[in-house]
T-cell receptor, first 115, second 107 residues
Framework: DTGVSQDPRHKITKRGQNVTFRCDPI?????LYWYRQTLGQGPEFLTY????????KSRLLSDRFSAERPKGSFSTLEIQRTEQGDSAMYLC?????????????FGPGTRLTVL | GEDVEQSLFLSVREGDSSVINCTYT??????LYWYKQEPGAGLQLLTY?????DMKQDQRLTVLLNKKDKHLSLRIADTQTGDSAIYFC???????FGKGTRLHILP
């Protein structure tokens, strides 16, 4: 247990539905990341926050995806009008950038299946 | 664009050394990382190396960095069954992971 939790662990939804995932980072960490991982691939960066500010978004993050971190603590990732191609493991990680070292602590992930 | 490449599979006999290689394109990374992902588990940082170092040793792990060739390697000495996992190298500044090398231990 890294101290980063994600909810739910599994989500099955029908195409076209909206889904929302939550990530609770390690409390003193100011950075929070979202990644997507599909079978046989490494984690693909989606977006990250420093405190409550969303500093970078990948081009993978279409306008159907939105992420928030309203109080600089937990974060949510919402996918609207889900498509079968959205099926993946969604990973959250947190870190506190110290001296340039960005050790990220990963949560267990939320596995999304879009039928 | 930036990219990180790794070989996808490696089979090693128990007790031998494993060497996992990685090439990257972004030379501005301050640190380079090795993460480990065990079956059904999340990623965990295994080790890292500062970009101005050539080598770092940490118990059974040795990281070698060749900045000129943009090549990073991870050597695991005396490989054990518990080392079976997928190993990802990652660049820091652009938050890019490789596809991972699946290490399989032969009895």
């Amino acid at each position: 247990d890294t101290g980063v939790s994600q909810d739910p662990r599994h989500k099955i939804t029908k195409r076209g539905q909206n889904v929302t995932f939550r990530c609770d980072p390690i409390s003193e960490h100011n950075r929070l990341y979202w990644y997507r991982q599909t079978l046989g691939q490494g984690p693909e960066f989606l977006t990250y926050f420093q405190n409550e500010a969303q500093l970078e978004k990948s081009r993978l993050l279409s306008d159907r995806f939105s992420a928030e971190r309203p109080k600089g603590s937990f974060s949510t990732l919402e996918i609207q009008r889900t498509e079968q191609g959205d099926s993946a493991m969604y990973l959250c990680a947190s870190s506190s950038l110290a001296g340039g070292l960005n050790e990220q602590f990963f949560g267990p992930g939320t596995r999304l299946t879009v039928l | 664009g930036e990219d990180v490449e790794q070989s996808l599979f490696l089979s090693v006999r128990e007790g031998d050394s494993s060497v996992i290689n990685c090439t990257y394109t972004d030379s501005s990374s301050t640190y380079l990382y090795w993460y480990k992902q065990e079956p059904g588990a999340g990623l965990q940082l295994l080790t890292y190396i500062f970009s101005n170092m050539d080598m770092k040793q940490d118990q059974r792990l040795t990281v070698l960095l060749n900045k000129k060739d943009k090549h990073l390697s991870l050597r695991i000495a005396d490989t054990q069954t518990g080392d079976s996992a997928i190993y990802f190298c990652a660049e820091n500044d652009k938050i890019i992971f490789g596809k991972g090398t699946r290490l399989h231990i032969l009895p």
